[in-house]
């Protein structure tokens, strides 16, 4: 029923930036939770940010300071600007949603995911 699409993932340069965007559509009544996480070759997927009720965030040790996190809860789309881009970022990121259905129906839902590459 609820839909996570991703885009903006890409090849850059060590240093470079990227934005993600995923936006969520379908039967949605509120997102409570948004996130993006990542996942590398022969690594278990790791949490790299989230942001729930609006503007409470949450950020892996390795990306803080250089990956911000944000909003449009009008179009229930979250984005992650990612600057001082490390080859140890580079990996598959999945959008992620908390996303209330029904009245009392909160599933969590996954994007196909994004490749994001860093060439040193």
């Known amino acids: 029923q609820v839909r996570l699409v991703e885009s903006g993932g890409g090849s850059v340069q060590a240093g470079g930036s990227l934005r993600l965007s995923c936006a969520a559509s379908?039967?949605?009544?509120?997102?409570?939770?948004m996130g993006w996480h990542r996942q590398a070759p022969g690594k278990q997927r790791e949490l790299v940010a989230a942001?729930?009720?609006?503007?409470?965030?949450t950020y892996a040790d390795s990306v803080k300071g250089r990956f911000t996190i944000s909003t449009d809860s009008l179009e229930n789309t979250v984005y992650l600007q990612m600057n001082n881009l490390e080859p140890e970022d580079a990996a598959i990121y999945f959008c992620y949603a908390y996303v209330q259905a029904t009245s009392f129906n909160w599933n969590d839902y996954w994007g196909q995911g994004t490749q994001v590459t860093v060439s040193s």
């Open positions: 379908g039967s949605i009544l509120n997102v409570d939770a």
């Open positions: 942001i729930r009720d609006g503007d409470i965030t």
